[in-house]
C-alpha cells in the first residue's frame, strides 16, 4: 500500500510542476506582449549608458564654409589644337624627316608623297583650260554673230552649253590640285610634277609618325598626329552628388602623375547632363605653362569650392550606414520601470563639403533647426546599439 502511495505522490509532484510551468509560460508571454514597441529610428538609453557612450548634444549652426573636392581626370586638348594628317589621293612616301617630338608650324613640310595620279590631273586641268580658252573665244564670237541674226539659235546654245561644260571641268580640277596641295594657278606645262608636300595644319609638336620611305599610303592612312600643347585643358569626372558643388570660375590645383609640384587650373565649363555611371565632367583651362604636360597624362585635382553660409554639424556628429548618412537627434526623456530613459532619433541627411572640422549637411524638409540637440559626440555609439539591436539600449 504504501509504494502505491508512493506513485501516487510522485505523479501529483509531476503534473504540478508541468503545471507550474505553462501558468509560467503564459506569464512570460504577457510579459512579452506588454514590452514597448520602439520605432526603428529610435535608440533609448539609460543615464549610465548615456555616461559609458560618452554622448554629448550640440546644436546645428550656420557657417560659411569653402569646402575642397578630391576628382580625378585626365589632360586633354580642343579639337582645333590636335590634328590628324592624311593625304586625300595616297602614294608613295618620299621622304620625311621628322621624329615625334619634333617642334612644326603651320604650313611646314612634314614629308613628300609621290603618285602617277597628280600627274594626270595636271595634265587634264592644263588640256582642260585651253580648251575652255578656245571655247570662251567661240562662244562670244557665236554671240556677236546671234546678235546680229547671222547665226542660229540652235546653233548658239550648243556652244553655250559646250563652254559651260569645260567651266565646270576646270573648277572641279582646281579644287582636286588644291586639296592634294598644288596651286592651279601657278601650275604650268613647265611645272607639272609627280610629288606633292604634305603640309602641318596647326603649329605644335609631332605627337606620332606612322610612316617610312617608300611606304605606300592611301587616303584612309593617317600619316602624322599633331598636337597644340600650349592650350591644354583638364577634364574632371565628378560624381552625380557632387554636381552643384562647383561653378564657373572656380580655381583647382592639380598634380600629374604622382609629381610633386603642383599646378593651377580654371573651371571654364560643367557638363550639362547625367552619365550612364552617374558621373559629371567639369572643364578647366591649365593656368601658365606646365612644361611636363601631355595630352592624355593622368591628373589628381582638388577643387576649391566658393564660401556659402550653410547648415553645419561637427564631422564627428555625421554616421553612415547602408550607403546613406545620419545624424542622431534628442527626441525626448522618459521614465521607464522607474528608471530615467532618453530616446534618441536618427535622421537621414545629405553631406555638403567638410571643413575646419565641420561637415555640411542637407536636412529633411520642415526640420526645426534651432530647437533640434543633435549627438556631437558618441554618434557611432548610438549607431553601433541600433546595429546590435539593443546591445546598449535597455
Same mark, same amino acid.
Given at each position: 500500500?504504501?509504494?502505491?502511495?508512493?506513485?501516487?505522490?510522485?505523479?501529483?509532484?509531476?503534473?504540478?510542476?508541468?503545471?507550474? +510551468?505553462?501558468?509560467?509560460?503564459?506569464?512570460?508571454?504577457?510579459?512579452?506582449?506588454?514590452?514597448?514597441?520602439?520605432?526603428?529610428?529610435?535608440? *533609448?538609453?539609460?543615464?549610465? =549608458?548615456?555616461?559609458?557612450?560618452?554622448?554629448?548634444?550640440?546644436?546645428? *549652426?550656420?557657417?560659411?564654409? +569653402?569646402?575642397?573636392?578630391?576628382?580625378?581626370?585626365?589632360?586633354?586638348?580642343?579639337?582645333?589644337?590636335?590634328?590628324?594628317?592624311?593625304?586625300?589621293?595616297?602614294?608613295?612616301?618620299?621622304?620625311?624627316?621628322?621624329?615625334?617630338?619634333?617642334?612644326?608650324?603651320?604650313?611646314?613640310?612634314?614629308?613628300?608623297?609621290?603618285?602617277?595620279?597628280?600627274?594626270?590631273?595636271?595634265?587634264?586641268?592644263?588640256?582642260?583650260?585651253?580648251?575652255?580658252?578656245?571655247?570662251?573665244?567661240?562662244?562670244?564670237?557665236?554671240?556677236?554673230?546671234?546678235?546680229?541674226?547671222?547665226?542660229?539659235?540652235?546653233?548658239?546654245?550648243?556652244?553655250?552649253?559646250?563652254?559651260?561644260?569645260?567651266?565646270?571641268?576646270?573648277?572641279?580640277?582646281? =579644287?582636286?590640285?588644291?586639296?592634294?596641295?598644288?596651286?592651279?594657278?601657278?601650275?604650268? *606645262?613647265?611645272?607639272?610634277?609627280?610629288?606633292?608636300?604634305?603640309?602641318?595644319?596647326?603649329?605644335?609638336?609631332?605627337?606620332?609618325?606612322?610612316?617610312?620611305?617608300?611606304?605606300?599610303?592611301?587616303?584612309?592612312?593617317?600619316?602624322?598626329?599633331?598636337?597644340?600643347?600650349?592650350?591644354?585643358?583638364?577634364?574632371?569626372?565628378?560624381?552625380?552628388?557632387?554636381?552643384?558643388?562647383?561653378?564657373?570660375?572656380?580655381?583647382?590645383?592639380?598634380?600629374?602623375?604622382?609629381?610633386?609640384? =603642383?599646378?593651377?587650373?580654371?573651371?571654364?565649363?560643367?557638363?550639362?547632363?547625367?552619365? %550612364?555611371?552617374?558621373?559629371?565632367?567639369?572643364?578647366?583651362?591649365?593656368?601658365?605653362?606646365?612644361? %611636363?604636360?601631355?595630352?592624355?597624362?593622368?591628373?589628381?585635382?582638388?577643387?576649391?569650392?566658393?564660401?556659402?553660409?550653410?547648415?553645419?554639424?561637427? +564631422?564627428?556628429?555625421?554616421?553612415?550606414? *547602408?550607403?546613406?548618412?545620419?545624424?542622431?537627434? =534628442?527626441?525626448? %526623456?522618459?521614465?521607464?520601470?522607474?528608471?530615467?530613459?532618453?530616446?534618441?532619433?536618427?535622421?537621414?541627411?545629405?553631406?555638403?563639403?567638410?571643413?575646419?572640422?565641420?561637415?555640411?549637411?542637407?536636412?529633411?524638409?520642415?526640420?526645426?533647426?534651432?530647437?533640434?540637440?543633435?549627438?556631437?559626440?558618441?554618434?557611432?555609439?548610438?549607431?553601433?546599439?541600433?546595429?546590435?539591436?539593443?546591445?546598449?539600449?535597455?
Amino acid at each position: 500500500m504504501t509504494k502505491y502511495k508512493f506513485k501516487v505522490l510522485v505523479f501529483v509532484a509531476t503534473f504540478s510542476m508541468a503545471l507550474i +510551468s505553462c501558468t509560467g509560460n503564459k506569464k512570460s508571454g504577457a510579459v512579452v506582449k506588454e514590452t514597448e514597441q520602439i520605432p526603428e529610428d529610435i535608440v *533609448e538609453l539609460r543615464d549610465d =549608458q548615456i555616461k559609458l557612450a560618452g554622448i554629448e548634444t550640440g546644436t546645428i *549652426e550656420m557657417r560659411a564654409m +569653402s569646402g575642397s573636392l578630391k576628382v580625378s581626370g585626365t589632360v586633354s586638348v580642343a579639337p582645333q589644337d590636335l590634328a590628324t594628317v592624311c593625304i586625300p589621293m595616297g602614294g608613295f612616301i618620299k621622304s620625311t624627316n621628322l621624329m615625334p617630338g619634333n617642334a612644326v608650324r603651320k604650313g611646314q613640310t612634314l614629308a613628300i608623297v609621290e603618285n602617277q595620279e597628280f600627274i594626270d590631273i595636271q595634265q587634264n586641268y592644263l588640256e582642260a583650260k585651253n580648251k575652255l580658252e578656245l571655247a570662251k573665244a567661240e562662244y562670244n564670237r557665236q554671240s556677236e554673230l546671234y546678235r546680229n541674226d547671222i547665226a542660229s539659235q540652235k546653233n548658239m546654245q550648243q556652244v553655250a552649253s559646250g563652254y559651260k561644260s569645260l567651266k565646270v571641268q576646270v573648277k572641279a580640277l582646281e =579644287q582636286k590640285l588644291s586639296l592634294i596641295g598644288i596651286n592651279p594657278f601657278k601650275l604650268n *606645262e613647265d611645272n607639272i610634277s609627280r610629288s606633292v608636300a604634305v603640309t602641318s595644319p596647326i603649329t605644335g609638336y609631332v605627337k606620332a609618325v606612322n610612316i617610312s620611305i617608300g611606304k605606300s599610303v592611301s587616303a584612309s592612312d593617317v600619316l602624322f598626329e599633331i598636337v597644340n600643347s600650349n592650350k591644354l585643358f583638364l577634364e574632371l569626372t565628378l560624381f552625380e552628388k557632387d554636381a552643384d558643388k562647383v561653378a564657373y570660375g572656380e580655381k583647382i590645383r592639380f598634380y600629374i602623375n604622382n609629381e610633386t609640384e =603642383q599646378h593651377e587650373a580654371a573651371i571654364y565649363q560643367t557638363g550639362k547632363s547625367i552619365n %550612364n555611371d552617374k558621373t559629371y565632367k567639369v572643364y578647366a583651362n591649365v593656368l601658365g605653362h606646365c612644361k %611636363n604636360m601631355l595630352p592624355g597624362m593622368y591628373v589628381n585635382a582638388v577643387i576649391q569650392a566658393k564660401s556659402n553660409q550653410v547648415t553645419s554639424v561637427p +564631422s564627428a556628429a555625421v554616421v553612415s550606414f *547602408e550607403d546613406k548618412d545620419y545624424i542622431f537627434v =534628442q527626441d525626448k %526623456n522618459k521614465v521607464e520601470n522607474g528608471k530615467a530613459m532618453t530616446e534618441y532619433r536618427m535622421i537621414q541627411i545629405h553631406k555638403g563639403v567638410t571643413g575646419d572640422g565641420f561637415t555640411e549637411v542637407d536636412l529633411p524638409e520642415g526640420f526645426n533647426t534651432k530647437a533640434a540637440k543633435v549627438i556631437i559626440q558618441g554618434a557611432y555609439n548610438l549607431l553601433s546599439a541600433k546595429k546590435n539591436a539593443g546591445e546598449m539600449s535597455c
